[in-house]
T-cell receptor, first 115, second 116 residues
């Protein structure tokens, strides 16, 4: 059982380049999230999805786009990378927390460096 | 205004002693959940413990317990009998029940170093 996986683990981009981060989960979770983590800060939500075919903006969505064409996959795109997008990106998934106790399960993270 | 505040950027504790990591939160939602995560140097986020706003008792999970003081809006993590492997970043997070995204709002974290 792989849980939540992220591809790639590490990437270096030049300013203006584009890339897509892939998140995959095998737990049949409805909800998926993309967060970014910057030094000295907690995770901040970029975009999220409450089901296949749906996406919504989070706290820091500018410069990113997402797609959820399949329930198990959540893609994060950077159309024109900027140095300010240098960060560690975490994907997470969860069931709808009906009882409240369900945690989000996190992927291992993707380190992105934009030069 | 910050919704989750962790006022201790870094802390030291002697091995085998207990340590308390502080977390205060701000919400007007009557239904919410509080989480603690551990992030070791390897980078992954590890779920430790959960406390619901309506839970009558403080949550416990092995050596982890949550000191939940609802009136003071605090949810401090207590680690008993610290081990060297407890050295890591610790994040407090909140999920608000009225927020249909069920997103987590994170504090800035506390770096814990366990001394041998």
């Amino acid at each position: 059982n792989a849980g939540v996986t992220q591809t790639p683990k590490f990437r270096v981009l030049k300013t203006g380049q584009s890339m897509t981060l892939l998140c995959a989960q095998d737990m049949n979770h409805e909800y998926m999230y993309w967060y970014r983590q910057d030094p000295g800060m907690g995770l901040r939500l970029i975009h999220y999805s409450v089901g296949e075919g749906t996406t919504a903006k989070g706290e820091v969505p500018d410069g990113y786009n997402v797609s959820r064409l399949k329930k198990q996959n959540f893609l994060l795109g950077l159309e024109s990378a900027a140095p300010s997008q240098t960060s560690v990106y975490f994907c997470a998934s969860s069931q709808r927390p009906a009882s409240g106790t369900e945690t989000q399960y996190f992927g291992p993270g993707t380190r992105l460096l934009v030069l | 205004a910050q919704k989750i505040t962790q006022t201790q950027p870094g802390m030291f504790v002697q091995e085998k002693e207990a340590v308390t990591l502080d977390c205060t939160y701000d919400t007007s939602d009557p239904s919410y959940g509080l989480f603690w995560y551990k992030q070791p140097s390897s980078g992954e986020m590890i779920f430790l413990i959960y406390q619901g706003s309506y839970d009558q008792q403080n949550a416990t999970e092995g050596r982890y317990s949550l000191n939940f003081q609802k009136a003071r809006k605090s949810a401090n993590l207590v680690i008993s009998a610290s081990q060297l492997g407890d050295s890591a970043m610790y994040f407090c997070a909140m999920r608000e029940g009225l927020d249909s995204s069920y997103k987590l709002i994170f504090g800035s974290g506390t770096r814990l170093l366990v001394r041998p």
